[in-house]
């Protein structure tokens, strides 16, 4: 498992984590209307997800709105921004930043994602921040599990890889 820390403390991820190469395991999450996102749902496109803990929190607030002004430029690709925050969270959070390209959705409800992806944090029940890029057959073919939960992922490398996904 990737070794991240919180605040510079150790911390435990539940889950599998996944690799380059490798089919992307299947995940249940709410959209903000409480209906069900699977990763069938985008088959056919290049996905870019982007793991947060929380939407309400400065660094996720600015990784997000990043990959939304990004999102305008990616052709045939979905951009997601999973947390575990509530659905009702997350839509009014959207509205107020002006959230239009990047389509946010919860884990809150029973953690699928985190624990397919390997982001779930056991002492606090947050996903650790992460980005995955998913090409159109359903392979990862870029993983990022940062480091250290309140720094900025590589945006540089995750647009390349998006772009670059077929």
Request: aromatic share 6%; charged share 25%.
């Amino acid at each position: 498992m990737a070794e991240i820390t919180f605040k510079n403390n150790p911390i435990t991820l539940l889950g599998t984590e996944v690799k380059v190469g490798e089919k992307a395991p299947n995940f249940t999450v709410l959209a903000n209307d409480l209906s069900e996102v699977t990763l069938a749902d985008s088959k056919g496109k290049v996905r870019l997800i982007s793991v947060v803990p929380s939407i309400d929190t400065g660094v996720c607030d600015q990784q997000t709105r990043r990959f939304n002004e990004e999102a305008a430029g990616l052709e045939n690709t979905q951009v997601l921004t999973v947390s575990v925050d509530l659905p009702f969270a997350q839509k009014r959070w959207c509205a107020a930043a002006g959230i239009e390209n990047v389509q946010t959705v919860s884990d809150h409800r029973d953690l699928s994602f985190g624990e397919a992806f390997g982001v779930t944090i056991e002492e606090l029940r947050l996903l650790a921040r992460a980005v995955f890029v998913i090409d159109s057959n359903d392979v990862v073919t870029y993983a990022e599990y940062v480091s250290e939960a309140t720094n900025h992922p590589d945006y540089e490398a995750a647009i390349e890889a998006a772009k670059s996904a077929k």
